[in-house]
């Protein structure tokens, strides 16, 4: 067995090169700051790549979906669907839109959408289904597509995930990624929103930027956001996307080392997969059952980074934060989402890790768990 690392493990590091430093060296000097010609090309390559109509570049994840409920009409008095197992980003651009996100519990295989619920919490003001792909895998879209109501995925882990052989990002009047450090494909930061509507993709080429307009004096016939992507960042996306598949292929491998290196262990049980789908391989997420594994997630972590293993969580159940408890006092239990966020713990996966980084993982968490269980 190997011994304690000497050096920190990084959760998720960017996977950056000499071809992004290039990129962005080569589009400061060209001129382009702002939105330009670089963030144009990223929409169009992304839309073949995604086999979709329309790609809008935007500044985030967050903005992406903020937009796309607009263009699909969410206001005040509606209700959007989401899950409670996902980053806050994802519930709060429903409150931004004046809408209220109504949490439906997950599934306790993949923490997805349990999408028998949907019947019951569906009313006469649903105006939008907004659900989660976790960590890559889809979530059911044929039976959250069954209701008719307009759908925004928050695809923010599933760029190269496929549902039942179809990509995720044209399934849905929008699916929206994210260009996050951390991401798949890591700009920093940056969003994209990919739509089959020629509607959905004209209002948010009109919100995501208050515009000067051609004429001499400008003029406005909306109030526009700032939401759009710098060709900097658009740049270092370009790059990326030429590693996408080779940096899927290095996650690929670190998961079978995981898989196959922590199988054994009692209690540690990674989230399901489902082999219909493709799943985007974007976090490795196992749940630690305190009773079966010595000790609680929390345990673990600490253990871990002792170890220096740094790993992260995905996620605490959205509707017991602060702000959404307090707004929202009178909300019923999810008891999945709630006894997951306790268990659910990230382990570190990255194309910028060697196979030799991951194995030090999976040593540390298998020394941790013989101390627990001893
Ligand atoms: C990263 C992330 C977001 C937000 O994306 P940003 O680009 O950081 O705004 C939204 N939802 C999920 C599930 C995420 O992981």
Redesign the pocket.
């Known amino acids: 067995m190997r011994t304690r690392r000497d050096t920190p493990l990084g959760f998720q590091p960017p996977a950056i090169g000499d071809e992004e430093i290039a990129a962005v060296a080569e589009t400061l000097r060209s001129g382009w700051l702002t939105t330009g010609p670089r963030a144009a090309e990223l929409e169009q390559r992304m839309a073949e790549y995604l086999e979709v109509a329309h790609v809008l570049a935007v500044s985030?994840?967050?903005?992406?979906?903020h937009l796309a409920l607009l263009a699909l009409g969410v206001g005040p008095g509606d209700e959007v669907i989401t899950s409670p197992i996902?980053?806050p980003?994802?519930a709060n651009v429903i409150e931004h839109t004046g809408a209220r996100p109504v949490f439906c519990d997950v599934r306790e295989d993949d923490l997805n959408l349990d999408t028998s619920l949907l019947p019951s919490l569906l009313t006469g003001r649903t105006k939008a289904i907004l659900p989660?792909h976790?960590a890559g895998q889809p979530c059911d879209l044929d039976a959250i597509h069954a209701h008719g109501i307009p759908v925004v995925e928050?695809a923010?882990?599933a760029l190269e995930s496929r549902y039942r052989g179809h990509k995720v990002g044209s399934l849905s009047e929008a699916t929206?990624f994210?260009?996050?450090a951390?991401?798949n494909l890591a700009a920093g930061?940056?969003?994209l929103v990919a739509t089959p509507r020629d509607d959905v993709a004209e209002a948010i080429r009109d919100m995501r930027l208050t515009r000067r307009g051609d004429g001499a004096r400008y003029d406005q016939t909306t109030a526009g956001f700032k939401a759009n992507l710098s060709d900097v960042l658009a740049a270092i996306a370009l790059a990326q996307l030429e590693k996408l598949e080779l940096h899927g292929a290095i996650r690929a491998r670190q998961v079978a080392l995981y898989d196959d290196g922590l199988a054994d262990l009692d209690g540690i049980v990674p989230l399901g997969r489902d082999p219909r789908d493709t799943h985007a391989l974007h976090l490795y997420v196992v749940r630690i059952d305190p009773e079966a594994a010595g000790a609680t997630r929390d345990e673990y972590q600490r253990s871990l980074a002792g170890e220096q293993i740094s790993t992260s969580i995905?996620?605490l159940p959205v509707h017991r934060l602060t702000w959404f408890r307090e707004r929202y006092p009178e909300q019923a239990p999810l008891p999945v989402a709630e006894g997951a966020g306790e268990e659910v713990l990230s382990l570190p996966l990255s194309p910028a890790h060697s196979d030799e980084d991951i194995l030090d993982a999976v040593d540390a968490l298998r020394r941790v768990h013989a101390a627990f269980t001893a």
């Open positions: 985030s994840g967050t903005s992406a979906m996902t980053w980003a994802t989660v976790l928050d923010a882990h929206c994210s260009l996050y951390t991401k930061e940056g969003g995905h996620f």
